[in-house]
């Protein structure tokens, strides 16, 4: 599994507010394509993992927004695995235009079963470094 990656959005019109920023609720949505734009890129599948009966689920969420995203503005969205436990997966995701740090997010996901109950992470998602 990747420790980090890098995915390109571009900020479209319907996702900005009145103002013309980048709405906050929708740097949850660009975290969610981080997410699983890095497990594409490490060789998973999200839609396999559930087909197997694990589901990984937001636990928690901090978001620190420090300068708007516009209309049209290039991004990118750097996600970073910072810790793997049994049944945890803790990301941090920085929010980059050109040099510029728009925003920083730490999230917790946990792994449940179909049950919703707490169950380990996949060992394919643990890095050999964990």
Same mark, same amino acid.
Request: charged letters at 35%.
């Given at each position: 599994?990747l420790k980090e990656?890098?995915?390109?959005i571009r ?6 507010? @009145?103002?013309g920023?980048l709405?906050?609720?929708n740097?949850?949505t660009? &975290?969610e394509v981080?997410?699983t734009?890095?497990l594409r890129?490490s060789?998973?599948?999200y839609r396999?993992?559930?087909?197997d009966?694990v &589901? ?8 620190? &927004? ?5 209309y049209?503005d290039l991004?990118k969205?750097?996600?970073t ?15 980059l235009?050109d040099?510029?740090?728009?925003a ?5 996901l946990? @792994?449940?079963?179909?049950?919703g109950r707490?169950c380990r ?6 890095s050999?470094?964990d």
């Amino acid at each position: 599994m990747l420790k980090e990656h890098e995915t390109e959005i571009r900020v479209r019109y319907q996702e900005t507010d @009145a103002m013309g920023y980048l709405h906050h609720a929708n740097y949850f949505t660009y &975290f969610e394509v981080g997410r699983t734009e890095m497990l594409r890129a490490s060789g998973g599948d999200y839609r396999k993992m559930e087909a197997d009966g694990v &589901f990984i689920v937001v636990a928690k969420a901090e978001c620190r &927004f420090r300068r708007p995203a516009r209309y049209d503005d290039l991004l990118k969205i750097r996600t970073t695995i910072v810790r793997v436990t049994r049944a945890r997966i803790e990301h941090e995701y920085r929010v980059l235009r050109d040099d510029q740090e728009l925003a920083v997010a730490q999230l917790t996901l946990a @792994a449940v079963d179909r049950q919703g109950r707490p169950c380990r992470v996949p060992e394919w998602m643990h890095s050999s470094e964990d």
